[in-house]
DNA sequence: GACATACTAATAGGAATCCTATAAATAGGA
DNA sequence: TCCTATTTATAGGATTCCTATTAGTATGTC
């Protein structure tokens, strides 16, 4: 770990900007929606079908447990998300989205999708590159134990690292991998980190 | 505004994803020295000691103008900031830090800037490609009124965009501008927005 | 110069978020 | 069978952050 540079400092900035930009973009469409931001997010996740706990949204998004058990029940409240028992293990509860769940978060993805629109003051290298960066971000904040969860290429298990003549290549799919063609959430992650670890969320802020 | 490419939604995703992580780290940071979130992010936009009013500060963040001055007491209270009458206008108030919230903002950026550190697997010249190209992002964002402020280079009235072959340069420096000199937020930014408009927050979300 | 309008910040009041702590139910192993 | 760990739900509360309003100041108009 080396001392920032200038350009990390400004790429940190950046990032932070842009990240506040979106949430507040997001914070609104949910409002609009009459949602709050944590039920919308939960909608967004949830859109890929996966099956998941509630322990595992929770981690994903980064709050606490009991706040996802409340946001859902909200939204169970609504009819966009059903609870049911866990298959195998009667502890857990099953999270799904009814059809109108999906469609909301059908429409959000729709409105949120065109403030990253490509134009043509972008090339789509330039863009490609740039997701790969920003993953390579993700997987070192992995690394440093600030996320958890984390499905991207670069940490997964069937996932060859470029080398100095050959392209980087996905064991799984058995086929090279372009920065285009990087996933963010893949289904078909294995992941390499050994163990995850509770977060160890601090005392809480005071006055 | 063309269709959203399966592209552009990663970059979206991966966007978010990082955001949210940051917005994490920073929290905990944020506990960490007996700080809310909103209270540490003023600190870092104040540590650029360009004088503020307390509205100003509000639209950078995202939040509404009491959340800010109710934060602000705080900080006040614990002695980081301080509120002084604005010389010209006596209906404001000008915000600056003490050497305790210096130092403190110091810290935290000292802290924080690890988080995007740079390390072999990426080269500077990728780094400097994003930093591009999110600047884009958040011009376009600042266009669609998501965002209404913003200092960084291109939107600034000295920037010269690249031309087929020459590369981009500032009048004001009179200086040519590689991607690794894009500023985030440059003191001297002159704006070309032609006005800001107020941001319209809708009405509150609901059970 | 007086007045009307717009702007800036602070206060009041309240709703919603999201936390910690704890209880209940189940899984899994000794 | 019992003991421990895990998963979720509930209780209770503190904090954040909002809208609405008030007070004070700036600015333009007659």
Redesign the interface.
Known sequence: ?????P???????????????????RQ?L???H????L?LQILEQLADQRPRRIGDLATE??VSQPTVSDALA?LQ?KGLATRSPHPSDGRATTIALTPAGTALAELA?TE????????E??S?D?????????????A??QH?G??TV?R?CLTCHHYQ?PRTRTPAHCHLLDQPLTN?D????CPEHASTAPTRFPAG???????
Do not use: C, F, Y
């Not at 009459?34 to 931001?37: G, I, N, V, Y």
């Not at 969320?201 to 006055?207: E, F, G, M, S, Y």
């Open positions: 770990m080396t001392e920032p540079t350009l990390d400092r400004k790429l940190l900035a950046a990032t932070e900007r842009l990240g506040r930009a979106l949430r507040a973009a609104q949910a409002t609009r009459r949602l709050s931001l039920q998004l980064d909200t409240q993805a949120l999708a065109p403030l990253l629109a490509s134009d003051t972008t789509a330039d863009r490609a590159t740039t997701l790969r960066v920003l993953l390579t971000e993700i070192r904040l440093a600030v996320i984390n991207s690292p285009h990087l996933r963010v959430d969320r601090p005392a809480r802020p005071q006055r």
